[in-house]
């Protein structure tokens, strides 16, 4: 008998004893490489093959590996479709990974700045401690002014203060751009010397200034307008109605549409506790006034801005319906750990 | 500013078909913002907030002007009436003036006085003292409520004295001195500061505090007969200071702040003259006495119906433009391209620019009828802000890791400087605090993040981890204003050294390359120098890792001994690779090899020691120490070939060498 086929014979009788003995996929495996493997007994054996001859013993070897394939093949579906021997109780509480949290107001801040940025605004940063011209008479308020008790300014001295507003950026803003078209949305800490239920001493604001050749009021309608339903909800309306700051001539109070009843004012023919009359002051807003832009060294002649200052606390409490703004600056975990 | 008005007063001046909830409704949106009505007794009484810096529209006929020009625009039909600047005034001539008044200069702007006699002083009619009532104030007297009346009528405060009290032959007006005292209505003894300005009679009596509250001095009682009646306009900044400073917030002293129209002193005086008559039985007893010293001068603002239209971003025709400016009270002037508008005197004060006068336009064209338009404008693309984005992704991270985030407040207590070891010589100070709680700007995060561990304690499970970024604000030599830093701060209960591979972790995950950390020799006043490393990366200090002192957790009030981490972002960002550049990785699987060290070297310093041994040596882990022999584990590596186990050894040896020299 050819020793080939004998060798052929002797591996299937091997083959066929090992694979009975296999217990687990890794032997099922090892075995794989014992026979079907790049060193394995079935190219052994066709290394042994002289070259260009005997077709018909290639061929029983080639039916031998195709053999040992299906088998293997088998071996490993029945391992794979045994039932596992312990079930695992899928409800087991998971191992918790350490979850801290992001505070409302960086989760409010990020929201605010992603909005505008949709709208191509740049964000910046600008003072929280500033001099008397950009905080109050660079915006066109005087010395002895009322509008600056209204601010009730926190004062470092004669000079400085701690900004009780934002709009002190529009001023660094224009001396940076030095020339239309400025779109920022500045975000920072503000301070005024009140505390109660709706104020801290240090709360957020952010101000947005649009300056450009032909900038109206629609334009901050539509960017009013355009925050409120991007942050509110699409449902949510806006209004202006006249008011008066020193740095923007005409100027506005912006009014949002109450969420709760819906801008009507009533909840079930009561009035609604949450809105004055269907509606939410928003902040203040206006255009530019022509001595400011000037100020920033830019010409009223040739341009014109819209610019508006809100509460980042404000907006918080409007749309999460927090009773007092104190709770914002808790730093009680239990609380801090729920947003 | 608020004021209290019924509708029957309002439809004094306003005639319309609109009901009380459609003049709420209607003004607010276009005008004096109407904060809510109800009704009393078949009237409607209106909360009305009056603009700043619209004076002219905190009375009842004020709100008409405003209320006839704003329902006209909603085509319902409104008029304004009995307007007191249409009214055609006398007084009587060649009386004798049983009074004499000083003014001392810049005082005044127009002081308005006469005498009446044969008073009798009784209740007002009923009618009158509601009206009062309703709008929240007391009915005293017929004459008193006369004044009082009048004030929410036409919005200009007047005042009466018991003439037979005063000694006035030299009654002078002045700025009041240090220390002087004056006794108001309210039987309140007032110490002045100086400045404020006071009427003294010739005896030297102060008998007035001038537009602010009369002095009890000449009040008007049950037996008085004759009258001093002033209505006088003062200089708004005096009146402002001295209502701030008494804290005597009167309602007269609220309109005399804002500078309300002189024009309006003769209708006024008119107006409570007939009503005293009328009330009181009283007559005219002295000539008027009017010191008026520089008389309003009417200005004009021109207005370009082109730059209008683009300024609010709509057309408006320009009929409507000048029928809005008219209802008004503006005299109008128009060409085909332009108009001119001459500003009644009651707008003096707030109109000077086109914009103010677009704003009339607009406002009572209706701001709610104007579309909403996006701006198309494009601002050049700007490099990243590499700081912010930072710091929102250390929050992330800080926040995925179990720790919370905190705000604090910026404004801290002496005693919080002062338990933290820090000096309050190092932060600005507030000069006009809220309270001592609230005094100072910190310069650092820790002492208050030492705070909320405090208020934590024992109210979590599980280790308390804290973190805030925040600006600290540090003083400058010869800068008023300070350097406002971006600052992190981590505090967090638990091992030192999970805090340490935290902080290392989050450096790593940043790009900030070739970080270290070496004993501190002068860290802030509140870590402990035995227990904290300074972090640099390539040299620059980013800030510091460590324990605070006991004393200060012992001052706090802190049990655990918290891991506090204070990173300047400044630098942190400074040194952040933003860019990687790819390095090919090695096809060559590295080797790993244990290696123990001898050494009295810090363990930071021995890790420097076997990296800088060979380029060969790719990482060092820090396995453990007994007593001075340390344990790691070295994986070598080569990107060009399998490194053999022969130049392994080689390398080991060569390490070990280092070491025994």
Redesign the interface.
């Known amino acids: 008998m050819d020793t080939k086929l004998t060798a052929i014979q002797t591996i299937q009788g091997e083959f066929t004893l090992d694979l009975k003995q296999v217990t687990s996929l890794a032997q099922v495996d090892l075995l794989s490489t014992r026979y079907l493997g790049k060193h394995g007994q079935i190219n052994t054996l066709f290394k042994t093959l002289p070259i260009k001859s005997d077709p018909q013993t290639g061929r029983k070897i080639n039916d031998l590996k195709s053999v040992i394939e299906t088998k293997i093949t088998e071996k490993i579906n029945q391992f794979l479709s045994l039932p596992t021997s312990t079930t695992f109780d899928v409800t087991t509480p998971g191992t918790p ?7 409302l ?2 989760q409010a801040i ?1 929201e605010i700045e992603n909005t505008f940025l949709s ?2 605004f ?2 910046r ?1 600008y ?5 008397d011209w950009y905080y109050a008479e660079g915006l066109n308020i005087p010395p ?1 002014h ?2 600056r ?2 601010q009730e300014t ?4 004669q ?2 203060v ?1 900004t009780a507003h934002t709009s002190n950026g529009q001023l660094h803003e224009m001396e940076l751009k030095k020339a239309p ?3 920022m949305i500045n975000i920072g ?1 503000t ?1 005024r ?3 109660d239920a709706s104020h ?3 709360f957020h604001q952010f101000e947005g200034l ?1 300056v ?1 050749k ?6 901050l ?6 925050f409120a339903k991007s942050y509110f909800g699409s449902d949510r309306r806006t ?6 700051f020193q740095f923007t ?5 912006i009014d949002v549409s109450c969420g709760l009843c819906n801008g009507t004012g009533l909840i079930a023919k009561n009035a609604c506790k949450v809105c ?2 269907g509606w939410l002051e928003l902040g203040g807003a206006g ?1 530019v ?2 001595q400011v832009l000037k100020n920033g060294g830019l010409n009223p002649d040739q341009c ?1 801005g819209f610019a508006f200052g809100w509460g980042v606390e404000r907006v918080l409490m409007m749309k999460t319906q927090l009773p007092d703004l104190r709770l ?2 808790s ?4 609380f ?2 729920q947003f | 500013m608020d004021i209290i008005l019924t509708d029957r007063s309002l439809r004094k001046f306003l005639e319309t078909s609109a009901s009380a909830q459609e003049i709420a409704q209607k003004v ?4 004096p ?1 109407f ?2 009505f109800h009704e009393v007794d078949g009237d409607f009484i209106y909360k009305i907030e009056a ?4 004076v002219d529209s905190a009375s009842a006929q004020g709100v008409a002007r405003e209320a006839a020009a704003i329902l006209t625009q909603f085509k319902i039909p409104a008029q304004l009436i009995n307007d007191p600047y249409q009214d055609k005034i006398k007084f009587p001539l060649g009386l004798p003036q049983p009074f004499h008044f000083n003014f001392d200069q810049n005082l005044v702007v127009r002081f308005v006085a006469i005498s009446l006699e044969n008073i009798s002083i009784k209740p007002s009619p009923l009618a009158t003292q509601k009206f009062l009532e309703n709008c929240g104030q007391k009915p005293l007297n017929n004459c008193i409520d006369i004044t009082n009346e009048l004030t929410i009528l036409y919005g200009l405060p007047s005042h009466i004295f018991d003439l037979d009290k005063l000694a006035t032959q030299n009654l002078t007006i002045r700025e009041s001195r240090l220390g002087e005292v004056v006794i108001t209505l309210d039987h309140q003894v007032n110490q002045l500061s100086g400045g404020d300005l006071v009427i003294e009679d010739t005896s030297g009596r102060l008998i007035d505090l001038c537009g602010i509250m009369g002095g009890e001095v000449a009040m008007v009682d049950d037996h008085t007969k004759s009258l001093l009646l002033i209505v006088p306009v003062y200089h708004p ?1 005096k009146i ?1 200071h001295s209502s ?1 400073y008494l804290q005597k917030r009167t309602l007269a002293a609220q309109i005399y ?2 500078g309300p129209d002189p024009e309006l002193c003769l209708a006024v005086m008119s107006k409570a003259i007939q009503l005293i008559k009328e009330r009181a039985g009283g007559e005219i007893s002295s000539s008027l006495l009017d010191y008026y010293p520089s008389p309003y001068k009417p200005k004009s603002v021109s207005l370009d119906f082109n730059w209008l239209n ?5 057309d408006i025709d320009n009929k409507t433009v000048i029928s809005i400016l008219e209802s008004l009270g503006f005299s109008v002037d128009a060409s085909a391209t332009q108009l001119s508008c001459l500003v009644p005197s009651w707008r003096y004060h707030d109109i000077n ?1 086109k ?2 006068l ?2 009339e336009v ?2 009572i064209y209706g ?2 009828r ?6 198309t ?3 050049q693309p ?1 490099p990243k ?1 590499l700081l ?1 984005e930072t710091e ?1 992704k250390i ?2 991270y ?14 801290i207590s002496q005693s919080l400087i002062d338990r933290t070891l820090q000096s309050s010589a190092q932060n ?7 309270s001592l709680d ?1 005094q100072y ?1 910190r310069n650092s995060l820790i002492p208050s993040s030492l ?2 561990h405090k ?2 304690q024992g ?2 499970s599980g280790l ?3 973190f805030e970024i ?2 600290t ?1 540090q003083k400058i030599v010869n800068s ?3 350097h ?1 830093l971006p600052t992190l701060a981590i505090l967090c209960e638990g091992n030192f050294l999970d805090y340490k591979g935290l902080l290392e972790t989050l450096l790593t995950f940043l790009q900030v390359r070739k970080i270290d950390f070496e004993p501190a020799q002068k860290p802030p006043p509140y870590f402990d120098p035995a227990s904290t490393a300074t972090v640099t990366s390539d040299g620059l200090l980013l800030g510091y890792l460590g324990l605070p002192k006991k004393l200060v957790l012992r001052n706090i009030g802190l049990e655990s001994s918290p891991t506090a981490i204070e990173i300047n972002l400044e630098n942190l960002v400074s040194k952040i690779n933003s860019h990687p550049i790819y390095e090919p990785v090695s096809e060559y699987p590295n080797l790993l090899e244990d290696i123990t060290i001898k050494s009295k070297y810090l363990l930071g310093d021995i890790i420097k020691i076997i990296k800088n041994t060979s380029d060969l040596i790719k990482e060092v882990q820090y396995l453990g120490s007994y007593q001075q022999n340390h344990s790691f584990r070295v994986s070598f590596g080569s990107h060009q070939k399998n490194l053999q186990q022969s130049e392994v050894n080689t390398l080991k040896k060569s390490i070990q060498q280092v070491f025994q020299t």
């Not at chain 1, 003072?127 to 001099?131: D, F, I, L, W």
């Not at chain 2, 603009?51 to 619209?54: E, H, Q, V």
């Not at chain 2, 104007?370 to 701006?375: E, R």
Request: proline share 7%; glycine share 4%; hydrophobic share 35%.
């Open positions: 990974t350490p979850l801290g949290s992001l505070h107001i960086t990020e709208q191509g740049v964000r940063r003072p929280e401690v500033e001099t002895d009322p509008a008790d209204d926190f004062f470092i001295d000079d400085i701690l078209p400025i779109k800490k301070y010397r009140q505390i801290t001493p240090m649009v450009d032909d900038i109206n009021i629609t334009h309608l539509g960017i009013t307008e355009f209004r202006l109605r006249p008011h008066h001539e005409p100027s506005f109070e004055k009359s255009m006034h022509p014109t914002v600056y730093d009680d975990i239990r801090l750990k | 607010s949106l276009c005008g913002t904060d809510g603009i700043t810096n619209r900044a402002r701030l702040e804002k683009h300024f609010i971003g709509i620019l914009e103010d677009a704003e607009a406002r701001y709610y104007l579309p909403s338009h996006i701006p404008v494009t601002v700007e802000n912010l929102l929050k992330k800080l926040a995925c890791h179990g720790l919370y985030e905190v705000y604090n407040s910026s404004l600005l100070k507030l000069q006009n605090a809220l609230y700007l705070e909320n208020h934590n109210k979590v308390i981890k804290t925040a600006h604000y008023q204003l300070p406002e």
